[in-house]
Every structure is written in C-alpha cells, then in structure tokens.
C-alpha cells in the first residue's frame, strides 16, 4: 500500500500548514490512517491518529492546536496544524492499519522558524 504525503514547508512559528496522506482508493479495509514525525536526534513519535470508527488520539503536546480529519471516500488524512511551534520542527510520517499491517509514507518535512 503506498501512502502519498505532502503539504509541508517552511512556517513561522504560530503560523498554520495543512499535511495531507492519500492511500489508493481501491483499499476499502483501512483501520486506521494517522500522523507521525521525527525530530533531529529524536525517535519517531505519534501526533496523531484517526480510526474508522471516527474515534481520535493525540499527543499531549498538539491537543488543541492539531485536528486529524479524513475523507473516508478519498483514503485521505488531514492534519490541520495551528499555532506551530518551533519544537514542531520534524519529518512528518502518515501511516495506514490495513488487515492487520502498518503502511509508511515517505515523510513531509516541517520547518518551524521561530
């Protein structure tokens, strides 16, 4: 399953960016499609992640500023980041639960400038 993600770019910090994932329309068991990313020097690390019941997590450090949201009919996640901060510097990864296995997109990289 090849995940498709973009969006990312160079923001001020307190500004806003919109990173979306498409997997293949063809895929009708997708249980899960969310967001990761991975600081310089850091482990990966969850920020967020929508189930098909429509049932949401997030990190404790985005609660409030992150929305996940997903077409269900397009395969595609959205994560509406606001207020970025400059610790919010990262490659960000989407990925997708299907019959049992994890999927990886390529990474978007978010630059922070503070």
């Known amino acids: 399953v090849q995940l498709q993600a973009s969006g990312g770019g160079l923001v001020q910090a307190g500004g806003s960016l919109v990173l979306s994932c498409a997997a293949p329309?063809?895929?009708?068991?997708?249980?899960?499609m969310g967001w990761h990313r991975q600081a310089p020097g850091n482990q990966r690390e969850l920020v967020a992640v929508?189930?098909?019941?429509?049932?949401?997590k997030y990190a404790d450090s985005v609660k409030g500023r992150f929305t996940i949201s997903r077409d269900n009919a397009k395969n595609t996640v959205y994560l509406q980041m606001n207020s970025l901060k400059s610790e919010g510097t990262a490659v960000y990864y989407c990925?997708?639960?299907?019959?049992?296995?994890?999927?990886w997109g390529q990474g978007t990289l978010v630059t922070v400038s503070s």
């Open positions: 990925n997708a639960g299907v019959m049992g296995n994890v999927y």
């Open positions: 329309t063809s895929i009708s068991s997708i249980s899960y």
């Open positions: 929508k189930y098909i019941s429509g049932a949401t």
